[in-house]
DNA sequence: AAATAACTTGAAAGCGCTTCCAAGCTCGGC
DNA sequence: GCCGAGCTTGGAAGCGCTTTCAAGTTATTT
């Protein structure tokens, strides 16, 4: 195996100094235009490629940004939300050639050795998703000087950057659709309240009941994490108390809910309607088919990494919050006369 | 902000040469007790965290290890075996402190980019999923020096380290429980032809039919992709040729498949018997639930891992490939009469 | 034609750490 | 009390690249 070319040899090779050389490999100016094919030209025939530990140790960057995943619930495997959240980074990072490198975080261990590792030089900035992380550790990120977007909003940190979609408008609005088809009783399976996501979408629904001048009833509103099977004994608990219908903190969850109506030998929508949330492509497989609020989670993720280029590019101030609207997607559970 | 710390520091406060800090710094041996004490009270005191680009570019390792997953088809999001394969493969990193570079592939663009970015010194190793990406990435790979091993069996690469499972073996037990049954005419949607899973479970399946002297009949094959929705096509192909049993070549397609049969009113198992493939979570919510074969995708992840610090250590001869069995699940959507 | 501006280029100083090598010590054995 | 073995230690040479600075060239201005 020949010895691995450095930009010496390159710059041996074009018989111009290491300096000039780099100029040229970097495309920055003052290199004659003569002397620069030159060097391009014994770069391609060479086959070299500069070597990147190197080039960040010079230049004080990296091109990685981290991805920082926190602790793993089951929901991680179940939802289709993180594969669809990375894939929209993964994306986004490509077209701006920048590496991700990617911190699942499944163990009180890999939690205490996370900050020190990503706050050392290795990347030029992190995406950490909300959830069942410590709060602690936003803290010591917002502290460093590392930049930083946040997935989802913070609880306690309204200063950091951070793309959301707007959790409350989009559970209201679904719970809105079914008090406006007729539903009296309307119910909701939250999502894990340790997360804004969670809070937030209890927080639509509560306003929109209480728009309608209905009382806050609260044997129906339970409290579930996200998973199918929390969706399900969330509903067995709702039953006994006689909604007309549900809406539910996610889409999967309102899978689990169908199934505890089905095995109570009740229907969807026609004893109970439900409205999930995610429009992931499970809702629309479902069986009946999903009502469901969709959320950009691409553009989610694009807009992340957007956002973090130019916190780097350009600092972390002002700090940029963006939130996305959702989109009510009518299908049949919800039992919508115009259901596809 | 203060200025960041480096070796030299430490060394200048310690009052020793920066070869002994660094001594001290990677526990090797060769410095007095003393000594040693003094320096680590230091790094303790001040914080110090050495800089990783520098102690790569000096080591000439990185602690990276890629992840790279091929042209992302819808099953990236639909599929819970990639969440689970990377878990598995970031729960094995996290502890033998390593850190994923993690490579969504999805434009042709990407694809270029990739082996350049990946062949120059910045990733000790590369984990490669199997799948529709060009052998000739593969082949790229294994002529270079960097470690390397495949998730999946290399369709042309014999001489590759890899991990699998036996997925003959599986869909061969999968088929056979089917037949063993009673039933007559199974027929199969498999998955992906482009790959060694797709094509090794349709092998599996048809030594099962001719090892019960069954000809093999080719009305009752149809080739799927994976996904769901390839499930369901494929189910309403199938149904004109009154299948009573179907193996299918992912639950995922199960999944579709049982729309189809239901859409067309027959019910599963009673009509036609399904036996998926993988036991991801949402078989056991299925309704029926499914019958499927398991793989143990966790260990699978972990042993990735393994063997590329392996190959790391003590360079890539000999191969090595691990294949792990795979385990029948019996629910009820096969109609067995033991189903939970 | 002289003076000045603008561009090219290479030498050299890092970036922060690891590691080789040689020098200085300590200590036991004879 | 002397010698060599075996530790400790610091100096210095990289790892491969970027970037500053000053010197050398060429083009422009008056």
Redesign the interface.
Known sequence: ?KK?LTLDDIAAQADVSRATASRVLNDRPHVRDEVRERVWQVIQETGY??????R??ASQR?G?VG?VIPR?T?G???D?Y???L??GI??TC?EH?Y??????I??Q??ER?LY??I????LDGVIVQVGAIGDQFIDALLQG?IPSVVAGRPQHHPEASYVDVDNIAGAYNAVMHLLQLGCKRVATITGDMGTTAGLDREEGYRRAIEKRGIPIEPDLIVHGDFT?ISGYYGMQRLLPHKPDAVFTGSDTMA??AI?AI?QADLSVPEDIAIVGYDD???AR?A?PPLTTIRQPIHRFGVKAVEILLDIIENGKEPPRQIVFDTKLIVRESCGSSVGT
């Open positions: 195996m691995n490629k500069p070597h990147p530990v190197a960040s140790l990296t990685i991805l793993t089951e991680f495997f179940t289709p993180f594969p669809h990375t894939q993964a994306y490509n050639d590496i991700i490198s990617l911190f699942l499944q163990t261990e890999d050795k020190p590792r706050s050392q030089g290795l000087s199918e899978m689990g199934r089905k992931l492509p499970p497989m069986s």
